[in-house]
Structures are given as structure tokens and as C-alpha cells.
């Protein structure tokens, strides 16, 4: 039985020194795959909640851009849920397959076997996948893949351009904020970030947006995600520079944003969450996303 939630008031934590567990966790043909599992104290667990798992973005390491997994991991451990940093064949510790399939095809199949060890080890037949740029575009096309998936978080994923996207970038591109905004982003490499490394600011200013998935194939996905009842979030940032608004979503796929189907717009974050704030902001977030289904209703506030 799950702990009993807290209904009234917050639940204030120091999220950076959360009470877990980290283990490694091998998966794949002949166990040759890595990933890290971060579970909760005892008196923590939710036994019922989806495992969280999270994919590379891009060629990041398992720890996600600046650490995104790592801190989300430990987010989600004090709030009872389990999660899985994994790196998908080729990528981190993981060597690559020698395979005629592409790379989807890979990357869909190293998170079959995670699922399947996950599912072994704890018992657990539900999860909830999570991914950014690449990560998010794997995500979408896993969870089409196996019905244990329940939830979906894809941050700036699938984005294309609509006539309004066009009308507002042009508006956008006449106000003082836009250029200024412009002209950080250009200086970027040289302004300080919160103990982040120089590779990951190099990461910041090179990931890119492409993906092979068509406008028509993002909403034949999404359309059988929603009917089968997949919970989904999509993040988008404003340094996607295909996505300027929430409203842009309903014009792309055809669908309004809903209780399962929940859409974000963060203007003012970077792509890869360079700083604090808006890391803490989103983690904030999807912690809150994965609780929600659960009934347990306390907030975890992110040290300001």
C-alpha cells in the first residue's frame, strides 16, 4: 500500500540531499547496457507509480545537460517515484551494435530491455518515458511501441511551422526583448554558468532540432497515444526556434491541450536548461505531472 499522501499544506525539500538509493542496473543482449536506477527510502515509495525513464539527449551522457537527470532524478526520488538514467547503445558507457537497423530502431529496442529488466527487478509494469530534443523524438515513437508505457514528458520535441508561427516570430522580431535576448544567446560562451562545464556550453550553442518525423506522422502518433490513454507533457523553450506559443500545438497536431495532454511554452529558457531557475522550474513541473495521477498532493518546492 503507498504511503498515505499529504493533503494539506507543502512539503518543502532539500532536493540537492534527498534520502535514495542509486544503483547500476544492466540491461540488453547479453547485458551490455548500462543505466542508473535511483529508488527511493522505504518510507518514501510509491510502489504504484510508473518508473520514470530517461533518454540521451543527443550525445549527452546519461546525467543528462547539466546534470538535468541527475537533479530530476533525485527530485522524483523524494516525491516516491523510481527512475532510470540510461544510456542508449552507442552513447555514454554503452557500446555501440554492430546492426542493419537504424538507429530508431535501436534506440526503441535498448528501451524495450530496460522496461523488461525494470519489470523483473521490481515488479513494476508501468512507465513513463522522458526525453529532450532527440530523447524526446526516441520517447514518442517508444511509447507507441508497448502499452506498459503510461506517461510521456517530451521537451522540445516534435515542432513545426504554422502560418500563425510565422505571423508571431515576424511581431516577435520587432520588439527590443527579441534582439536583446539575440545578442545574450550570441554571448553565451562567455557569460558564467552555475558550475556547468565548458563542454556542456558548447553543447548549449550546437544542439540541433531536426528530426525525420513528418507533420503527419507526429499526429497519427500522438492521436493512438491519446487513445490509449497515455498521459502525455510537451515542453517546448524559447530556444526551440520552431515553437513560439501553446497555441502553436493545436495548430500543428489538430489536438487542444487537456488534463492528459498537457502543453508548456518557457520563452525565457534555453534548449538544454543552462541555468538554475529554469531547471529548477521544470523539474518542479514534472514532478508535479508524474504525481498528479497518483492523487498525492503535496507540492515539492525547489529551493529558490
Given amino acids: 500500500m503507498d504511503p498515505k499522501p499529504l493533503l494539506n499544506g507543502a512539503h518543502k525539500v532539500d532536493w540537492l540531499r534527498c534520502d535514495m538509493k542509486e544503483r547500476l542496473l544492466r540491461f540488453g543482449e547479453n547485458r551490455s547496457l548500462v543505466g542508473i536506477l535511483a529508488e527511493p527510502t522505504q518510507n518514501k515509495l510509491l510502489p504504484s507509480s510508473p518508473i520514470a525513464i530517461m533518454l540521451n539527449a543527443g550525445i549527452v ?3 543528462g545537460p547539466f546534470r538535468l537527470h541527475v537533479e530530476l532524478a533525485r527530485a522524483l526520488a523524494e516525491a516516491g517515484i523510481r527512475s532510470l538514467r540510461v544510456d542508449l547503445s552507442g552513447l555514454g558507457d554503452n557500446p ?10 535501436v534506440a526503441i529496442e535498448d528501451g524495450l530491455s530496460a522496461m523488461d529488466a525494470l519489470e523483473q527487478q521490481t515488479g ?25 508505457v503510461v506517461g510521456a514528458v517530451l521537451l522540445d520535441g516534435v515542432a513545426f511551422s504554422t502560418p500563425q508561427h510565422c505571423q508571431r516570430l515576424a511581431k516577435k522580431r520587432w520588439s527590443v526583448r527579441f534582439w536583446r535576448n539575440a545578442v545574450k544567446r550570441r554571448m553565451f560562451g562567455l557569460m558564467p554558468i552555475d558550475s556547468a562545464n565548458s ?12 528530426s525525420d518525423l513528418t507533420r503527419e506522422e507526429s499526429s497519427r502518433q500522438i492521436n493512438h497515444l491519446v487513445s490509449k490513454g497515455v498521459r502525455m507533457l510537451f515542453v517546448y523553450t524559447g530556444g526551440n526556434p520552431d515553437f513560439s506559443s ?6 500543428m497536431i489538430g489536438l487542444a491541450a487537456n488534463d492528459s495532454l498537457q502543453v508548456e511554452y518557457y520563452p525565457n529558457a534555453e534548449h538544454t536548461f543552462p541555468l538554475v531557475e529554469s531547471r529548477r522550474k521544470l523539474i518542479q513541473r514534472i514532478v508535479d505531472f508524474s504525481l498528479a495521477p497518483l492523487l498525492v498532493h503535496p507540492t ?5
Fill in 96 to 105: 555501440t551494435r554492430s546492426s542493419k537497423r537504424t538507429p530508431e530502431e
Fill in 199 to 210: 563542454a556542456g556550453a558548447k553543447l548549449a550553442e550546437t544542439q540541433f532540432f531536426g
Fill in 300 to 304: 515539492i518546492y525547489l529551493d529558490r
Fill in 246 to 251: 501553446t497555441l502553436q500545438f493545436q495548430e
Fill in 124 to 148: 513494476v509494469g508501468r512507465f513513463s518515458v522522458i526525453g529532450l530534443c532527440s530523447g524526446a523524438y526516441h520517447a514518442q515513437r517508444f511509447a507507441c511501441t508497448d502499452s506498459r
Fill in 61 to 63: 551522457h546519461r546525467v
